[in-house]
Every structure is written in C-alpha cells, then in structure tokens.
C-alpha cells in the first residue's frame, strides 16, 4: 500500500521560504511524477507543480519565480521550497503520485497545513 | 477565479442522481484527460474518475463520468449520505501544466 506523508513547520513568518517533505512509503519514487497541491483557505485546490523522478519539474506560471521542488530517492523523499511567503500561502498542502501516461492523481497525503503570520 | 467552471453547488435527496458539469476550453479539456476528485474537508481528495471515464478499483460503479469537447460531467447515482463532499475536476493544459475547478460541493438532503 502506497502511502505519502507530508511534513512541515506549521507555521512560517512572512517573506520567509516554506520547506515541506513528502515521505513515501510502499513502493519507490522513481520513475513517477509527484505533485505538490494547496487549498489556500477558504478556496479550492490549487496545482503547484510537479516533478518526475528522476527528471523534469513543470511549475505553475503564476508560482515559477518562488517554487522549487527536489526529490531525495535514498530517502525516497520529495521537497517542496515556496519562497516569499505570504499571507495568501495559508492552506492545506498535499503531496501527490501521478503513474506516467496516468494524467491524475492516484494517491495523495493527508495535507499538512501551514499557516503564515507574524 | 478558476481555469475549469464548476457550479459551487448541487443536492439531491438520497438515492437520486447528480450532474456536476466542468467547463474549459480546447487547450484543456479539449485536448486532454479529465480526472475527478472527491475531498471530504480535513482528509485526503480521493480519486474517483481518471481519462474522462474509468473509476480506479474500489471506487462504486455508483460514479461515472464522460467528456465531450471542452466539457466534462460527473454522474453520481443512488446517492448516499457518505457521498457528501467537494468535488474537483482536473484537466491539463498545452503547457502539461494542471488546472483545477473551482470545485463543486454536494449536499445530501
């Protein structure tokens, strides 16, 4: 059973960078995409980017300049880095598995949310 | 304000059917898989329909779904309680960049 788990600060200060970890357990991270999803509060989701291990990342336009996103395969980790943080970053942040050729996301973590205020 | 146009809301009583419709354009819908989600608020979305029309295992033949041209619907039948949740629908662009709905949410009279 595949299992993702997001982990992060909770809170982070404005203009600070936000660093989240996807551990994965139950199969590898290799040769998929994972994606990083938000529901900032009180909206609907909102795609981040994604990355393939091992290879390429395809970041959201209006999110390029501040997203960074990484991949540990002897941890079998993925990282998200969001910089410039504001307020309007509060929300809900998911890790993602999308199978190649799949075009969806078949598993996901259970979110970790992180909120940001002074 | 979001890529695809989701109504914020739909009800039925239960053992009804639902539609939740999900509009786009060519350079979404149109030219790439639909995939929907079921989110109850405070735990993982799940995914109900994938390509336009395939359920993954363990999801209910209760849950259907169909694309044509640049929209794509969501049929929920026999409704139940348990089904109350939001619903999103997932296309991709030109630039293989995700674009969400703005999500549907579903209440069970």
């Known amino acids: 059973q595949v299992q993702l788990q997001e982990s992060g600060p909770g809170l982070v200060k404005p203009s600070e960078t936000l660093t989240l970890i996807c551990s994965v357990s139950?199969?590898?991270?290799?040769?998929?995409?994972w994606s990083w999803i938000r529901q900032p509060a009180g909206k609907g989701l909102e795609w981040i980017g994604r990355i393939y291990v091992s290879g390429t990342t395809t970041y959201k336009p209006s999110l390029r300049s501040r997203v960074t996103m990484s991949e540990d395969t002897s941890k079998n980790q993925l990282s998200l880095s969001l910089t410039s943080m504001t307020a309007a970053d509060t929300g809900v942040y998911y890790c993602?598995?999308?199978?190649?050729?799949?075009?969806?996301?078949?598993?996901w973590g259970p979110g970790a949310l992180i909120t940001v205020s002074s | 304000q979001s890529v695809l146009a989701q109504p914020p809301s739909v009800s039925a009583a239960p053992g009804q059917t639902v539609t939740i419709s999900c509009s786009g354009k060519f350079s979404n819908i149109g030219t790439s898989f639909v995939s929907w989600y079921q989110h109850v608020p405070g735990a993982a979305p799940k995914l109900i329909i994938y390509?336009?029309?395939k359920r993954p295992s363990g999801i209910s033949d209760r849950f259907s779904g169909s694309t044509s041209g640049t929209s794509s619907t969501l049929v929920i039948s026999g409704l139940q309680t348990g089904d109350e949740a939001d619903y999103y629908c997932?296309?991709?662009?030109?630039?293989?960049?995700?674009?969400f709905g703005g999500g549907t949410k579903l209440t069970v009279l």
């Open positions: 993602a598995r999308e199978p190649v050729q799949m075009w969806s996301f078949e598993y």
């Open positions: 997932v296309a991709w662009d030109n630039s293989l960049i995700a674009v």
């Open positions: 139950g199969d590898s991270i290799m040769g998929y995409y």
């Open positions: 390509e336009n029309s």
